[in-house]
Nanobody, 119 residues
Framework: QVQLVESGGGLVQPGDSLKLACVISAGTLDHYDIGWFRQAPGKEREGLSCISSSSKNIWYAGAVKGRFTASRDTGKNTVYLQLDNLSPEDTAAYHC????????????WGQGTQVTVSS
């Protein structure tokens, strides 16, 4: 059973950066594409990025392209999402999920890490 654990969230000011990590605590990430999502209170879940298992293909949502960067470290079984130039609109719970970028089907989800951007 694949288990994902996110970390790296926190309270930051507008313009600050954070680096989120998604660590697999059981199994391996090698065979999965990894998606990043966020959900703010009262809003629908929003897809942010998806990085293929080979890291050759990375997709970004328009709202975060140029500000967020996904990467993966196979040796550490970890996928990262670098968040730069954060704004209050980025405040949400951020989740990673293992599955397929192409089909947009994700079988395994992490519990999430909270990002709060406030002055």
């Amino acid at each position: 059973q694949v288990q994902l654990v996110e970390s790296g969230g926190g309270l930051v000011q507008p313009g600050d950066s954070l680096k989120l990590a998604c660590v697999i605590s059981a199994g391996t990430l090698d065979h999965y594409d990894i998606g990043w999502f966020r959900q703010a209170p009262g809003k629908e879940r929003e897809g942010l990025s998806c990085i293929s298992s080979s890291s050759k293909n990375i997709w970004y949502a328009g709202a975060v392209k140029g500000r967020f960067t996904a990467s993966r470290d196979t040796g550490k079984n970890t996928v990262y999402l670098q968040l730069d130039n954060l704004s209050p609109e980025d405040t949400a719970a951020y989740h990673c999920a293992a599955g397929s970028c192409d089909s947009e089907i994700y079988a395994y989800w992490g519990q999430g890490t909270q990002v709060t951007v406030s002055s």
